[in-house]
């Protein structure tokens, strides 16, 4: 397992320091060092960042309030040379909060705290939904999923092997899927949102497959998209 971390910190000694346990530590790939929180921002919009080293205090914006400012944050862990901050860092789930100058013993031991969450996670982020079909039990990896069709009772699952015909409801498989990789375009289909070629008028493109787009969920699926 490798996380990728960014260092965000306005300190060149800090952020000297932080580096090079980073780069000691085999379960970790430093994507970036930040001098500022508004820079951080920037890293993630760009990059996938599994985890944080965040100074608190900064200047133009807080590593607290930078936290507080993101809709979905990486893991962080605090790194700070005023330990009354640490009481406020806790309150927004911070995995450990580290008092400079650091050790490199007690970064492994933040580290740690941050790979045994990050696998929490994991294993609470399933990657694949199990139905049944022709009296067999199928395992459905999410990114292979094309798109689901309502066909009363039953929902048609077509996969990029596959089309399968699962008793139940849309609404309800629908709730088992990731929010951000699929939505709903029509009240009889449910689309992969990674495999849209492109969006005209009131239909949609999955490659050669065509599909509607109803009015009533337009809006809602074009702000997906643009995600």
Do not use: W
Not at 121 to 132: A, D, G, Y
């Amino acid at each position: 397992m490798v996380l990728n971390c960014i260092i965000v910190d306005d300190e060149p000694l800090s952020q000297d320091v932080l580096g090079d346990y980073v780069n000691a530590c085999p379960e970790l790939q430093l994507v970036a060092v930040c001098s500022d929180a508004l820079e951080a921002g920037q890293i993630l919009k760009d990059e996938k960042v599994d985890l944080l080293f965040l100074d608190i205090n900064m200047p133009k914006l807080s590593g607290i309030g930078f936290i507080k400012s993101l809709k979905e944050p990486p893991l962080f862990i605090l790194v700070t040379a005023y330990p009354e901050f640490a009481l406020e860092g806790f309150e927004v789930d911070a995995v450990d909060y580290l008092l400079k100058p650091v050790s490199f013993e007690r970064f492994r031991t933040a580290l740690n705290r941050a790979i045994e969450r990050f696998s929490m996670r994991k294993e609470n982020n399933p990657q694949h939904l199990m139905v049944r079909a022709n009296k067999k039990d199928y395992r459905l990896n999410f990114n292979e999923i094309i798109y689901l069709e309502a066909q009363g009772d039953y929902v048609r699952f077509i996969t990029e092997s596959q089309s399968l015909m699962v008793h139940g409801r849309l609404k309800d498989f629908l709730a088992a899927l990731p929010e951000k990789q699929f939505g709903r375009i029509h009240k009889s289909y449910v689309v992969s949102l990674s495999k849209v070629v492109y969006l005209e008028g009131n239909q949609v493109s999955l490659g050669e497959i065509k599909l509607p787009v109803s009015l009533s969920f337009k809006d809602e699926f074009l702000a997906k998209l643009h995600t």
